[in-house]
C-alpha cells in the first residue's frame, strides 16, 4: 500500500523514509505517564532533533532556527536534568513552539511498549487495523451521514468509505462528520471526491523542500491524484485533484455538508479546505485545528520521536494555508450542535440525537 501522504515519515540523518500515521493529529496524549528521564538519550534525540529539523522543515530558514536554539540550550545544559521525559519532552516542544509555532511539529518519548510495537509493525494500518469510520446511515429519506474518525489509510477503513458510498449513491444531500477527525492520508477521501465532485477539479496545492525529495525519494509514491506543478525553484509543487467516478449516482449532485470543529485536524482540514474553496460543500460547526503542514514521525535518540513537517498546503486561489487559524466554516455554530444545523440547513425536521440513534 503506497504512503501515506499526510502522514510522511523519518528524516533524521539515520532513518529512511518509512510510511507512518500523523502521530501529532491521531495519537494525541498517547504517552505513558512518568517515564523516566535519562540525560544521554535527551542530549542525543536533542541532537539527532536538531540536525532533522535543518535538513527537513517545511521552512528552511525557520528549520535554521530550530535547530540553532536546540543547540544553544544543549550546550549551556538546560536539557540535562527533568523530573521525567514527558516533562523534557513538553519543555522542548514549548521551546520550538517559542521559535516558531507549528500545529504538528512536537517531541514525545516513547515507553518500552511503544518502540517494541513501532519496530515489530514497521507502520501504521494494514489489513487487520480497527476502521476509522463510526456510524453510518440514512438521518432521512435522501439524506447519507457518514461519521469520520480519521482517514488511516488501512484496508479496513477504506473498505468500509466503499460500502458507505456504494449503499448511498443515490442520495440526494450527504453529511461528513468529520468533527473528531485528527487526521492522515488522503485514500479515503479521495473516494469521497471521486462520487461527490462531477467533473474534474483542482482541488488543493502541495509543496515540499525539494532537497528533502532528492534525498529521501518521492514520498508520494504513483498516487494518481497528484500531478506537479509549476512552483519555486527549491520546491517541488503538486496539484491534489479529482477525477470522478465512472457510473456515479446521485451523490455527484447532492448537497454536501461537512461538520468541522477544532479537533479536526491535518488531513481532515485538507479535505475542509477542499471541498469549502471548490464551494462542494456546506462547511457546518467550528474553525478547524489549525495544521497545515504534513510530514511524518522521526524516531530520535533511543526512546524518543518527534513529528517533522516537511511540506505544507494550502488554497491556490489565495496562496494561504489553514495553519495556525484553522479552515472557518460557513456556519459557525458550537461543534455540538452542528449536526443539528445542518439536518436545518437540510430541510429534516428531526433532531440529531433522535436521527444517530437510528444509526449502527
Not at 530558514?61 to 536539557?79: Q, S
Not at 487526521?183 to 479515503?188: C, P, Q
Not at 498546503?313 to 489553514?322: A, H, I, R, V, Y
Not at 444545523?341 to 425536521?349: D, F, N, Y
Amino acid at each position: 500500500m503506497r504512503a501515506l501522504i499526510l502522514a510522511l515519515a523519518a528524516f533524521c540523518a539515520s532513518a529512511s523514509l518509512v510510511a507512518n500515521a500523523a502521530l501529532a493529529a491521531t495519537e494525541p496524549g498517547a504517552v505513558e505517564a512518568n517515564i523516566a528521564f535519562v540525560k544521554a538519550d535527551a542530549e542525543k534525540a536533542v541532537t539527532e532533533l536538531a540536525t532533522a529539523l535543518q535538513e527537513s522543515f517545511v521552512f528552511p530558514d525557520k528549520g535554521t532556527a530550530y535547530a540553532e536554539m536546540l543547540r544553544a540550550k544543549l550546550a549551556a545544559g538546560e536539557y540535562a536534568s527533568f523530573p521525567s521525559a514527558n516533562a523534557f519532552a513538553t519543555t522542548v516542544t514549548a521551546d520550538l513552539r517559542a521559535v516558531h509555532k507549528d500545529g504538528h511539529l512536537r517531541l514525545r518519548p516513547l515507553s518500552a511498549g511503544q518502540r517494541a510495537a513501532r519496530q515489530k509493525a514497521g507502520h501504521h494500518g494494514g489489513p487487520a487495523s480497527k476502521s476509522a469510520i463510526g456510524k453510518t446511515g440514512w438521518l432521512a429519506a435522501g439524506v447519507a451521514y457518514i461519521e469520520t474518525r480519521g482517514f488511516p489509510g488501512n484496508d479496513t477503513t477504506i473498505a468500509d468509505v466503499r460500502k458507505f458510498l456504494a449503499a448511498h449513491r443515490d442520495a440526494n444531500t450527504l453529511i461528513i462528520d468529520a468533527r473528531g477527525n485528527g487526521g492522515g492520508g488522503l485514500d479515503e477521501m479521495n473516494l469521497i471526491f471521486s462520487e461527490i465532485f462531477a467533473k474534474p477539479t483542482t482541488l488543493v496545492v502541495m509543496d515540499i523542500r525539494q532537497a528533502v525529495e532528492e534525498t529521501r525519494g518521492n514520498p508520494f509514491g504513483d498516487d494518481p491524484t497528484l500531478r506537479k506543478a509549476s512552483g519555486p525553484a527549491t520546491i517541488i509543487r503538486r496539484e491534489h485533484f479529482v477525477t470522478p467516478a465512472p457510473n456515479q449516482g446521485r451523490l455527484r449532485d447532492a448537497k454536501v455538508y461537512l461538520l468541522t470543529s477544532k479537533n479536526t485536524f491535518s488531513a481532515a482540514e485538507h479535505l475542509s479546505l477542499s471541498l469549502k474553496r471548490t464551494k462542494r460543500a456546506t462547511l457546518v460547526g467550528e474553525a478547524t485545528g489549525g495544521g497545515a503542514h504534513f510530514g511524518g514521525g522521526v524516531p530520535l535518540g533511543e526512546g524518543y520521536e518527534a513529528f517533522i513537517p516537511v511540506g505544507r498546503t494550502f488554497d491556490p486561489d489565495t496562496g494561504q494555508s489553514w495553519e495556525g487559524v484553522g479552515v472557518r466554516p460557513d456556519v459557525a455554530v458550537a461543534a455540538d450542535k452542528a449536526l443539528d444545523e445542518a439536518l436545518k440547513l437540510a430541510g429534516v425536521s428531526v433532531s440529531a440525537d433522535l436521527a444517530l440513534a437510528s444509526l449502527k
